[in-house]
């Protein structure tokens, strides 16, 4: 029985390593602050598997605006976020029309950490470059800084971005 658990825990170490991605370079650059979060306190590794799967989740869905590929977006999307996108992915096709993402960094702050750990809202403050494109020509650019209202959810391996949802930027 024991060699038993000891297989079954090598086999599920070995398809979690399998399943996650390899360090990327080309990911966007995610800060983290969780220091005002409550009403729990962030644990040291979800404070660094939050932005490494955030940043995923912007490459993801980068690369699934840019190809009008919605199916992409089941690695690190789920609920409101995935249908919205799925969405706009579809407008994108039916117009012939792509969305180019040239993402230049974001600024996490956790602002809710819900008591069961199966929850988390963030305010991202995010830079990009986002260009417009019909077949291969650029028609629209522009360098913008957006802010967003972000609600994470634990999945499997990983954490997956629920909500997304712009809102108006708030200067101190």
């Not at 602002?111 to 260009?131: H, K, T, W």
């Amino acid at each position: 029985m024991r060699i038993a658990l000891y297989i079954f825990t090598a086999l599920c170490l070995f398809a979690s390593l399998w399943s996650q991605e390899p360090a990327d370079a080309s990911l966007p650059k995610v800060v983290l602050a969780a220091e005002n979060v409550g009403p729990r306190q962030i644990e040291e590794l979800t404070s660094k598997s939050v932005p490494r799967d955030y940043a995923y989740a912007w490459k993801t869905m980068a690369r699934a605006l840019a190809e009008n590929r919605s199916d992409l977006l089941d690695a690190y999307f789920t609920g409101f976020a995935k249908d919205n996108l799925a969405r706009r992915i579809a407008d994108q096709k039916r117009t012939g029309i792509n969305t180019r993402y040239i993402d230049h960094g974001h600024k996490l702050e956790a602002i809710f950490y819900s008591p069961a750990g199966d929850a988390m809202q963030l305010r991202d403050r995010a830079r990009v470059e986002i260009q417009l494109l019909d077949g291969g020509n650029v028609i629209h650019r522009e360098q913008v800084n957006l802010q967003y209202l972000v609600l994470m959810t634990p999945g499997a391996d990983r954490w997956l971005v629920r909500d997304l949802e712009t809102t108006p930027e708030v200067h101190p």
